[in-house]
């Protein structure tokens, strides 16, 4: 990953975010992209690995774990963070559209044209909604993935031993997880920050609407 092309993508978004938006950027970064990059990816590295049940029937473990484990976390997070922080890059885009659009209008008129956008990164007219509706989007993934992951992983924890009665197995077999208790923090964890991170959302779209 290029660090330094990522800071100054988030330095870019921090100009064009309120008090509430530099918060919840900050929360992203560090609390969840550090947090799955440096640990969690390790943590649920050896999952399928270290997947035991106690029948040697081929077939049994992959089948039983493929049905305790239908989405990964890991991918899960994955996915949810590039969704979560694509609506910043679409106001960035928003403002460099403001921009090149002054841009060709000085180029056509001189210097003395009238501005379209007095200030560009100002959140007004169709940059507002843009902005508006990002933040809702961003809530919106969040709370989606919080509902699948609970779908998923009732209560959104892991049982330290799951018992498996499907086909090919021949009875009801017990099969143990790697590290559940270790797993089962990450994943608290990852839940009470995606919270925090929804809520943070609301109160920007709140006070946006309240300053408008």
């Known amino acids: 990953?290029?660090?330094?092309?990522?800071?100054?993508?988030?330095?870019?978004?921090?100009?064009?975010?309120?008090?509430?938006?530099?918060?919840?950027?900050?929360?992203?970064?560090?609390?969840?992209?550090?947090?799955?990059?440096?640990?969690a990816e390790k943590v649920w590295s050896d999952d399928h690995k270290d997947f035991d049940c106690n029948t040697r029937q081929p077939g049994c473990t992959n089948v039983c774990f493929d049905h305790f484990f239908p989405v990964s976390h890991i991918r899960l997070w994955a996915l949810q963070l590039?969704?979560?922080?694509?609506?910043?890059?679409?106001?960035?885009?928003?403002?460099?559209?403001?921009?090149?659009?002054?841009?060709?209008?000085?180029?056509?008129?001189?210097?003395?044209?009238?501005?379209?956008?007095?200030?560009p990164g100002k959140k007004r007219g169709g940059l507002w909604w843009t902005y508006l509706l990002s933040l809702i989007f961003k809530a919106s993934v969040d709370v989606v993935f919080l509902y699948i992951f609970f779908r998923f992983y009732r209560n959104y924890t892991l049982p330290r031993v799951v018992k498996c009665e499907l086909p090919p197995c021949p009875n009801v077999v017990d099969c143990f997880i790697s590290r559940p208790t270790e797993k089962n923090i990450f994943t608290l964890f990852m839940v009470v920050t995606t919270c925090i991170c929804v809520v943070l959302n609301l109160i920007e779209a709140t006070y946006l609407i309240g300053k408008r």
Request: overall charge positive; glycine content about 6%; aromatic content about 14%.
């Open 1 to 39: 990953m290029n660090w330094g092309a990522f800071e100054g993508l988030l330095r870019a978004v921090n100009v064009y975010s309120t008090a509430f938006g530099r918060i919840w950027l900050s929360l992203v970064f560090i609390f969840r992209l550090l947090v799955y990059v440096v640990a």
């Open 82 to 119: 590039i969704l979560v922080t694509c609506p910043s890059l679409l106001v960035l885009m928003h403002v460099a559209y403001r921009e090149a659009k002054e841009e060709r209008l000085r180029e056509i008129k001189g210097d003395n044209y009238r501005h379209i956008y007095p200030n």
